[in-house]
């Protein structure tokens, strides 16, 4: 008897010595291809490489106080406050911490209590009586605390926490992704208001200059200086330059609404006043191309998927090994109710009431091998999708410093060509008043300064969304390389 108490014990002890020994396998980021400098950007001057490290806790700041808007400030500030999308990512982060605290809950042993009775007539064989043997009814009065724990031999419930550790993590970098997103598209809809007013005012002055025009073609109508087309013609670019103020209101409407439903409110709540949008000129380094990685919360998300399907291939590892779980019970146990809490009461129990301690896989019809099968393929389809994000925010990058570099040249040219029609339909004015051209002239002239003016105002809103998109596609903020 002592000998098998010794063998039992020493069995025991190895395997509490195995307890903690992980089969899970070592997490190392997956390599990805990284370029010295983003082709659109201008040449890093000295050395600049540094390998990446994540910095998805670094705080990425209020990066749209760069325009020095006040109005764009506040309306950041009321997004972050009471945009139901945000909020919706905030509670789907809090459910994934509380999964985590879940899993980190299994490394601690369950203690329960109760109290209560059983009642139980035996059978007669059970005593060794005959089969019309009579047994008696009894009660079994029990008030006891139980422990349960299992002993993470392989790892298993480790790999279960590391699991979730890390979709908390990635649940906290999309909800940084969704943040970003959201301020990136307050200042885009902005923005967007913002050139519709240019225009809008643009064709104001269109309008009160065309019905200046008008009224000077009807009093020439009238003294018999020009024929009825000139005055035809006169009404019908008014009315064109009206219907067309009529739909930039149209479309300024629309955004307008937009804007109010990423603020949190609904349409009829917030009105924005005109305001025309300025020439907005922000220079933006685009930084290091490894230094991507440590920024956008998207790929931070995505290797933290990672590091969670690595961890999950680790507990399916584990179901191909014993576990142990430890189980026993204190208390007391009387026939009686008054007896119950009497010293000569107290029992315990060391072991499952059902079952055995130690449970050894053996043969399951190749459930346990597909488990981790499909462990292995969710981790690869994860560092798939990780290396697709990481080239996906190198072409935004990319395509945005191409956009401003371009819009830059662009605007330049488009100046040029607003000065030119301008003092072309200068010319053809004066040229019409002296009767040496039509009035065709004249509308053809200043038809092509409206349009190269609205141009100039689309370019100069095209310039500050792309300011915007190339900040969002940096990951929200920057900083130059010291030194």
């Given at each position: 008897m002592i000998s098998t108490l010794k063998t039992g014990s020493a069995l025991l002890a190895?395997?509490?010595?195995?307890?903690?020994?992980?089969?899970?396998?070592?997490?190392?980021?997956?390599?990805?291809?990284?370029?010295?400098?983003?082709?659109?950007?201008?040449?890093?001057?000295?050395?600049?490489?540094?390998?990446?490290?994540?910095?998805?806790?670094?705080?990425?700041?209020?990066?749209?106080?760069?325009?020095?808007?006040?109005?764009?400030?506040?309306?950041?500030?009321?997004?972050?406050?009471?945009?139901?999308?945000?909020q919706a990512a905030a509670a789907r982060l809090e459910q994934a911490r509380a999964l985590q605290r879940n899993a980190q809950a299994d490394r601690l042993p369950t203690v329960d209590a109760g109290v209560g009775p059983t009642?139980?007539?035996?059978?007669?064989?059970?005593?060794?009586?005959?089969?019309?043997?009579?047994?008696?009814?009894?009660?079994?009065?029990?008030?006891?605390?139980?422990?349960?724990?299992?002993?993470?031999?392989?790892?298993?419930?480790?790999?279960?926490?590391?699991?979730?550790?890390?979709?908390?993590?990635?649940?906290?970098?999309?909800?940084?992704?969704?943040?970003?997103?959201?301020?990136?598209?307050?200042?885009?809809?902005?923005?967007?208001?913002?050139?519709?007013?240019?225009e809008q005012a643009l064709y104001a002055g269109t309008v009160a200059l065309r019905e200046q025009t008008l009224k000077l073609i009807q009093r020439r109508y009238d003294e018999g200086d020009i024929s009825e087309l000139d005055l035809a013609r006169s009404r019908s670019e008014l009315a064109s330059a009206r219907a067309d103020a009529l739909g930039i209101e149209r479309m300024r409407t629309s955004s307008e609404h937009a804007l109010a439903i990423l603020l949190g409110k609904t349409p009829a709540e917030f009105t924005l006043a005109p305001q025309p949008l300025t020439r907005i000129a922000v220079g933006v380094p685009a930084g290091l191309p490894s230094s991507l990685l440590e920024r956008r919360p998207d790929i931070a998300a995505a290797e933290r998927a990672m590091a969670a399907a690595n961890a999950r291939i680790g507990a399916a590892r584990a179901a191909f090994f014993p576990r142990l779980n430890l189980t026993g019970a204190l208390g007391y146990e009387s026939s009686q109710l008054g007896d119950?809490?009497?010293?000569?009461?107290?029992?315990?129990?060391?072991?499952?009431?059902?079952?055995?301690?130690?449970?050894?896989?053996?043969?399951?019809?190749?459930?346990?091998?597909?488990?981790?099968?499909?462990?292995?393929?969710?981790?690869?389809?994860?560092?798939?999708?990780?290396?697709?994000?990481?080239?996906?925010?190198?072409?935004?990058?990319?395509?945005?410093?191409?956009?401003?570099?371009?819009?830059?040249?662009?605007?330049?040219?488009?100046?040029?060509?607003?000065?030119?029609?301008?003092?072309?339909?200068?010319?053809?004015?004066?040229?019409?008043?002296?009767?040496?051209?039509?009035?065709?002239?004249?509308?053809?002239?200043?038809?092509?300064?409206?349009?190269?003016?609205?141009?100039?105002?689309?370019?100069?809103?095209?310039?500050a969304r792309s300011a915007v998109d190339l900040i969002r596609a940096l990951g929200g903020g920057w900083s130059l390389p010291e030194g």
């Open positions: 190895s395997l509490l010595i195995l307890a903690g020994c992980s089969v899970a396998p070592v997490y190392d980021r997956p390599e990805v291809s990284t370029p010295a400098a983003f082709k659109e950007a201008p040449p890093p001057v000295g050395d600049q490489w540094k390998p990446a490290e994540p910095s998805e806790a670094v705080a990425r700041g209020e990066w749209w106080t760069v325009f020095n808007d006040p109005v764009l400030n506040a309306l950041e500030a009321d997004a972050l406050a009471a945009n139901q999308d945000l009642r139980q007539r035996p059978s007669p064989a059970s005593r060794g009586l005959g089969a019309d043997g009579d047994t008696n009814a009894t009660t079994l009065w029990r008030a006891q605390a139980s422990v349960a724990y299992e002993a993470d031999l392989f790892g298993r419930v480790a790999s279960n926490v590391s699991a979730a550790t890390a979709d908390a993590q990635q649940s906290e970098a999309l909800f940084q992704s969704v943040r970003l997103v959201l301020q990136a598209d307050v200042a885009q809809a902005y923005f967007q208001i913002r050139e519709r007013d240019a119950l809490f009497q010293w000569s009461s107290r029992a315990f129990l060391l072991g499952p009431l059902v079952g055995t301690a130690l449970s050894i896989p053996i043969f399951d019809g190749g459930r346990r091998e597909a488990g981790l099968a499909n462990a292995r393929a969710v981790y690869e389809e994860d560092v798939a999708k990780y290396r697709q994000t990481v080239l996906n925010a190198f072409r935004e990058v990319e395509d945005n410093l191409a956009n401003l570099r371009l819009l830059a040249q662009q605007t330049r040219e488009q100046d040029a060509a607003v000065e030119g029609s301008t003092r072309a339909a200068r010319i053809a004015q004066l040229q019409y008043r002296e009767g040496s051209v039509s009035y065709l002239n004249v509308i053809d002239a200043d038809r092509t300064v409206l349009v190269q003016r609205r141009t100039s105002a689309q370019l100069d809103g095209e310039r």
